[in-house]
């Protein structure tokens, strides 16, 4: 262990290297502060330090009456102006096609995290495919809050803008944070997008406030690697 000052970036660097090479699974529950205290044999205070680092990075999520959860085991990317789905396709003919809507239904912890919502709560959720000019191009799942009381007629709805619903009902999109990654697709995936099991995948994940800063979505996106590109514009500082 190095010297006193430096302990907790040692046990940041162990710990950070355990998630990254999957120790510890999206979701799952992180070793409680005595508990690494007990294994690294150091106070309290180094190991919350080592631990809020993780969180600060994006790596682990602290909720109310849960605990610490992981919530990636990637190292994050941070972009600045990214370009919407339909901006990006502002000159084709752009489509979703509903596959599923649930009023009610019971987030798990890594939702509830990304939504910043306590254990046990109800949230609700639909898939859609993303279509453009009459060809599948993604998978799309989001989840909201059941405060906003979404209805499968307004996701349904051709065309439909989900921020324009959420402003018709008061809550005004201001903010997204997004994640980008690349996967490979699974099975269901595969066979939604018409493309081979293992096919690469971009991933994107949305968490999006509104303008009192309430969280109201987060989105899981999967773009056909082979027809999608991701646009992203980027503005030098002052």
Known sequence: MKANGLK???????????IT????????????????????????????????????EGYLQRMHGVGTIVVSQKESLQLQDLVSFSRENNDRKVQSTVLSFEPYLSASPYVCSKLDLSKNV?????EKLRWVDGE??????????????????EVST?????YEIFNEK??????ANETIESVVADKKLAQHLKIKKGDPLLYVQRTTSDQVGRLVEFAEF?????????????????
Request: net charge positive; charged share 25%; with cysteine.
């Open 21 to 56: 090479e999957g120790k510890y699974a999206i979701g799952d529950p992180f070793p409680t502060e005595p508990m690494l205290q007990e294994r690294f044999n150091v106070s309290r205070i180094t190991v919350r330090r080592a631990v809020q680092m993780l969180a600060d």
């Open 170 to 175: 008061g809550y005004r999109v201001t903010k």
């Open 122 to 126: 109800f949230v609700s959720c639909h």
């Open 222 to 238: 999967f773009y056909r690697g082979d027809r999608y590109q991701y646009h992203v514009e980027l503005q030098a500082p002052n």
């Open 158 to 162: 051709p065309n439909v803008s989900l």
């Open 136 to 153: 599948v191009i993604g998978f799309q799942r989001v989840y909201c809050p059941t405060f906003l009381s979404l209805t499968k007629e």
């Open 8 to 18: 907790y970036l040692t046990i940041y660097d162990e710990l950070k290297k355990e």
